[in-house]
């Protein structure tokens, strides 16, 4: 079956640190992937996504490149802030029969200290 | 501006009661989701509907149940609840189910005691 596997949390981080949340992947066929964020008290938000091998999906400072001979979307950002703290999911998804079906990690808290 | 809403925020009930919890969506998309977060599993699917009458089970939909009678709700009922149903309750909508961009409402905490 398709799993996502995140790296276990929490991570602490200073300000300006250099973050780096690994996720791996296994799917029959060829998946879309995504970095959800949930902030504190909210619901998940896209952060950014890439569809096919060798994308880089990039939004707010953050990246992900989706590695296929890996399976790999890990999330990098350059020099994280505070307001950044918050509960990051990788997750997956397939085309056809399967769409309807968005597989999550378990998700890994960030926390950013001043 | 369009928005996801969920209500009530938080519910405490007990063991056998029945509950349901609403789900409003203003984007005016045919796909929406129920989902349940708990510790250590990530999100889960319950239900979803890819439109008006149309309603499918997700991985975890024993002991829950929804219907879709317009476009804007997707309600979700817990026909006697359990103390295993104790979690966080999401509702999601999207526009197309290729892509797989879901926007998610705040979330319902819900505590059977």
């Known amino acids: 079956g398709n799993s996502v596997t995140q790296m276990e949390g929490p991570v602490t981080l200073s300000e300006e640190a250099f973050l780096t949340i690994n996720c791996t992947y296994t799917a029959t066929g060829y998946p879309s992937l995504f970095w959800y964020v949930q902030y504190p008290g909210e619901g998940l938000q896209l952060l950014l996504k890439?569809?096919?091998?060798?994308d880089k999906g990039s939004n707010k400072g953050f990246e992900a490149t989706y590695r296929k001979e890996t399976t790999s979307f890990h999330l990098e950002k350059g020099s994280v802030q505070v307001s950044d703290s918050a509960v990051y999911f990788c997750a997956l998804s397939l085309t056809g029969a399967g769409s309807y079906q968005l597989t999550f990690g378990k998700g890994t808290k960030l926390s950013v200290i001043p | 501006d369009a928005e996801i809403t969920q209500s009530p925020r938080h519910k405490i009930t007990e063991t056998g009661r029945q509950v349901t919890l609403a789900c409003h969506q203003t984007w005016n998309h045919n796909n929406m989701f129920w989902y349940r977060q708990d510790l250590g599993h990530g999100l889960r699917l319950i239900h979803y509907s890819y439109g008006v009458q149309d309603t499918n089970k997700g991985e975890v939909s024993d002991g829950y149940s929804v219907s879709r009678s317009n476009t804007e709700d997707l309600p979700l009922t817990l026909e006697s609840a359990a103390s295993s149903q104790t979690s966080v309750y999401f509702c999601?909508?999207?526009?197309?189910?290729?892509?797989?961009?879901?926007?998610f409402g705040p979330g319902t905490r819900l505590t059977v005691t």
């Open positions: 890439a569809t096919k091998a060798d």
């Open positions: 999601a909508s999207s526009e197309s189910l290729a892509g797989g961009k879901r926007y």
